[in-house]
């Protein structure tokens, strides 16, 4: 079964750093992914702390708010047909070293922290990550 969905993007301050935003966004277009919804913004570490709060007791946290909050990133909405799974699909695995041939994280990533994009990994965490960056 399909459905039209949509997912959070961040585009991470490694790759809006190298100006590799609108070659993101155009894997995207052409992976059938209507981009709703795009800011480029800059957080504060709390606001950084708060989006990653699930990560909170996670050994790397704290590097990782820092990092996220660290320059300009790029928030999007993406939709298509399960688009929570086919962006997690198009990003590739967390850690670029293990991602696949073709992957947005193989093709840009740097390290497991510098890995260029985040997605949503579930509907339900969409909606409210969605909510976090574009609530109107
Ligand atoms: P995901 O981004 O693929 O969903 P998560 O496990 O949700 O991966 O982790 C969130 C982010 O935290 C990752 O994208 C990565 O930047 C960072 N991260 C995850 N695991 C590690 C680690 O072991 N060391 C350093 N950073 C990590
Ligand atoms: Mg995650």
Same mark, same amino acid.
């Given at each position: 079964?399909?459905?039209?969905?949509?997912?959070?993007?961040?585009?991470?301050?490694?790759?809006?750093e190298r100006n590799l935003s609108e070659e993101i966004k155009e894997i995207f277009k052409k992976n059938n992914?209507?981009?709703?919804?795009?800011?480029?913004?800059?957080?504060?570490?709390?606001?950084?702390?708060?989006?990653?709060?699930?990560?909170?007791?996670?050994?790397?946290?704290?590097?990782?708010?820092?990092?996220?909050?660290?320059?300009?990133?790029?928030?999007?909405?993406?939709?298509? +047909?399960?688009?929570?799974?086919?962006?997690?699909?198009?990003?590739?695995?967390?850690?670029?070293?293990?991602?696949?041939?073709?992957?947005?994280?193989?093709?840009?990533?740097?390290?497991?922290?510098?890995?260029?994009?985040?997605?949503?990994?579930?509907?339900?965490?969409?909606?409210? +990550?969605?909510?976090?960056?574009?609530?109107?």
């Amino acid at each position: 079964m399909s459905s039209i969905e949509q997912t959070l993007s961040i585009i991470k301050p490694d790759a809006v750093e190298r100006n590799l935003s609108e070659e993101i966004k155009e894997i995207f277009k052409k992976n059938n992914f209507k981009i709703i919804k795009e800011k480029k913004i800059k957080i504060e570490k709390n606001e950084a702390e708060k989006f990653y709060q699930v990560h909170q007791s996670k050994p790397f946290y704290n590097d990782l708010c820092s990092y996220l909050s660290s320059g300009p990133i790029v928030v999007m909405v993406l939709e298509r +047909e399960n688009a929570v799974s086919e962006n997690r699909k198009i990003m590739g695995a967390t850690d670029p070293k293990n991602a696949e041939e073709g992957t947005l994280r193989k093709k840009y990533g740097i390290s497991i922290d510098k890995n260029s994009v985040h997605g949503s990994d579930s509907s339900e965490n969409a909606k409210i +990550e969605i909510n976090f960056f574009f609530k109107d």
